[in-house]
C-alpha cells in the first residue's frame, strides 16, 4: 500500500533536509554577497526579468499558477531527471543552486533600495520557497538514488556478473514519488506565490 510515510522514507527525508539547508545557505549567500557589493541594480534585475518565462511575466491569476507549475513542475523536475541520468553525482543540484541563488541576489537589491520593503518581499517569500524548494530538494534526494543505480550500471559494464537494482524499477519509483508528493508540493507553492505572497508583502506598504 503507497503512503505518504512510505514516499518519504524513499526519498531518504534526512538527505532532503541537507539539500535544502544547502540551499536556504546559498539564498544567504548570494543575499549577503549582493548587498555587499552593491551591483548595477537596474542591469542585475533586467538580466533576471529575462530568464523568466514568458508566460510567466504576463500571466495573472490562475493563469500565473498554470505558469508556475508548467515551468517548476514539469520544465525544472524533467531536466534534473535528465542530468540524473548522466553517471556524474550531484549534476541534478545545478537546477536548485540557480533556483535558490537568484531570490537571495533579488534580496540583496530589495533590502538596498528600501530596507523595510526588502525585509517584506524576503518574508512574503518565505511561504512559497519553503514549499518549492524543499520539493525540488526531496526530488533531488529521490535522484540521488537514481543516479547511484545509473552509476552502478555503467561499472557492471566491465563485470562479469551484474548487480545492484533494477533502472526500469527505480524511473518507474521516481516518477511515482514525483507524481504523489512533488508535484502536489509545487502546485501549493504556485498557489501560495501567485495569492499569499502579494498578501503578505502587502502589510510592509
Known amino acids: 500500500m503507497i503512503t505518504i510515510a512510505n514516499i518519504i522514507r524513499e526519498t531518504g527525508l534526512k538527505r532532503s533536509i541537507i539539500f535544502f539547508i544547502f540551499a536556504v545557505a546559498i539564498t544567504i549567500i548570494a543575499t549577503v554577497i549582493t548587498y555587499i557589493i552593491n551591483p548595477d541594480i537596474k542591469e542585475i534585475t533586467e538580466g533576471i526579468g529575462n530568464k523568466l518565462p514568458d508566460q510567466v511575466k504576463e500571466s495573472e491569476g490562475i493563469k ?21 541520468l548522466i553517471p556524474i553525482q550531484f549534476l541534478y543540484l545545478l537546477n536548485i543552486i540557480s533556483t535558490v541563488a537568484l531570490p537571495g541576489i533579488l534580496f ?25 524548494v524543499f520539493a525540488f530538494c526531496l526530488f533531488a534526494s529521490v535522484l540521488f538514488e537514481l543516479n547511484q543505480v545509473v552509476r552502478v550500471k555503467i561499472r557492471n559494464v566491465f563485470k562479469a556478473d551484474e548487480v545492484g ?36 508583502f502587502g502589510l510592509f506598504e
Do not use: C
Request: no cysteine.
Open 108 to 132: 540583496g537589491i530589495a533590502l538596498q533600495v528600501n530596507s523595510i520593503k526588502g525585509l517584506g518581499i524576503i518574508i512574503a517569500t518565505i511561504p512559497h520557497y519553503a514549499f518549492e
Open 64 to 84: 500565473k499558477v498554470w505558469s508556475f507549475v508548467v515551468n517548476n513542475g514539469f520544465r525544472v523536475p524533467l531536466q534534473m531527471f535528465i542530468l540524473a
Open 165 to 200: 537494482t533494477s533502472l526500469i524499477k527505480k524511473v518507474l519509483e521516481t516518477i511515482k514519488i514525483y507524481a504523489i508528493l512533488i508535484l502536489p508540493l509545487i502546485i501549493m507553492a504556485a498557489f501560495s506565490e501567485t495569492y499569499i505572497a502579494d498578501i503578505i
